[in-house]
DNA sequence: TTACGAATGATAATCTTTCCTAATCCGGTG
DNA sequence: CACCGGATTAGGAAAGATTATCATTCGTAA
């Protein structure tokens, strides 16, 4: 951690954009941190959707030194924060199921368990409604997420 | 592999399920293997939606020999073939957005690109109307599964 | 400026998933 | 029913992904 800020950020919008970023951090209760900065501005620059890797192959070219833990743990603690958003995109941790009947799921942002929704609405959901460019849509889930009975409890308990 | 398919599926109702079974990997050229039938088994008796590892604990009740990576082998498959499904939950293989916009999101099957759909329908799904008995749905996302442009192009080429 | 809790970097430890190879099994044939 | 050839498995190891640990450094509020 050696360089300076404004040499970090560069000289485009940034600063409006780090008076931003700190100000989103202080709401959440996190520190202001050069990584944390440019690794918030990379995600927020990138039009794909990076994983942690390739976040952290881009964050180097701003900030040589910096560990892919360190990647990691941000992402984790922004997503926690509300700051960014998870996308859940297959394989890997993945749960299976083998219920034929049409259905879709709550996933609990606390313990991951997961519960069968059935919705007559939802899966009328029509997959010629989505916008969908190119893209040859097989299937529409709905997923909902919060928090399942248990871990609610828990949580109003917990304060 | 020493035991015989009767006592490893066991009396109940496995007859006609492990026929109903053989006809369905007939039909998506899987072979009808002791394995395939007591994994599937196993799945189609959990009404909660195991992990890959849990199912391992699960089917070594009954075939205590098997391997972890045949678990891992087939259910891959079994998802590949539309027997089973994936429900992708978070963490581990994720990847990020710090796109502030509402909207959802289409996913690759063949390379597990991610884009954007911005719908206002999607976006006008109440989580009131979902039947979440006791659970507090904070969100909902609407995922469509597919071929993106490029693997379909490469899809057709491919036969 | 000081003091202290928070964050980082480096690396070890843990999962999770895939690969590899010899042995075994499955499904069809004679 | 015995046999063959290709498909599949067990097991272990390797690879890949994520998390934990800990000494050191930094950020923040007083
Ligand atoms: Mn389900
Ligand atoms: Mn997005
Ligand atoms: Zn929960
Ligand atoms: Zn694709």
Same mark, same amino acid.
């Given at each position: 951690?050696?360089?300076?800020?404004? *040499?970090?950020?560069?000289?485009?919008?940034?600063?409006?954009?780090?008076?931003?970023?700190?100000?989103?951090?202080r709401?959440?209760?996190l520190?202001?941190?050069?990584?944390?900065?440019?690794?918030?501005?990379?995600?927020? =620059? =990138?039009?794909?959707?990076?994983?942690?890797?390739?976040?952290?192959?881009?964050?180097?070219?701003?900030?040589?030194? %910096?560990?892919?833990?360190?990647?990691?743990?941000?992402?984790?603690?922004?997503?926690?924060?509300?700051?960014?958003d998870?996308?859940?995109?297959?394989? *890997?941790?993945?749960?299976?199921d083998?219920n034929?009947?049409?259905?879709?799921?709550? %996933?609990?942002? =606390?313990?991951?368990?997961?519960?069968?929704v059935?919705?007559?609405?939802?899966?009328?959901?029509?997959?010629?409604?989505?916008? *969908?460019?190119g893209f040859?849509?097989?299937?529409?889930?709905?997923?909902g997420?919060?928090?399942?009975p248990?871990?609610?409890?828990?949580?109003?308990?917990?304060a």
């Amino acid at each position: 951690m050696s360089e300076n800020v404004d *040499s970090i950020l560069g000289d485009q919008a940034s600063v409006p954009a780090a008076a931003e970023f700190a100000r989103r951090c202080r709401d959440v209760g996190l520190a202001d941190t050069p990584q944390r900065r440019v690794i918030f501005a990379a995600l927020t =620059s =990138s039009k794909d959707h990076p994983s942690a890797e390739v976040l952290h192959g881009r964050v180097k070219e701003r900030l040589p030194r %910096i560990s892919l833990a360190t990647v990691y743990r941000n992402l984790s603690l922004f997503v926690e924060k509300g700051l960014v958003d998870g996308v859940a995109t297959a394989s *890997s941790h993945a749960r299976f199921d083998a219920n034929p009947h049409k259905h879709h799921h709550l %996933i609990c942002k =606390s313990c991951a368990s997961v519960t069968d929704v059935y919705s007559a609405a939802y899966d009328a959901l029509g997959v010629d409604r989505l916008e *969908s460019g190119g893209f040859e849509v097989q299937e529409i889930k709905v997923t909902g997420y919060g928090l399942c009975p248990r871990c609610k409890t828990k949580e109003t308990n917990d304060a």
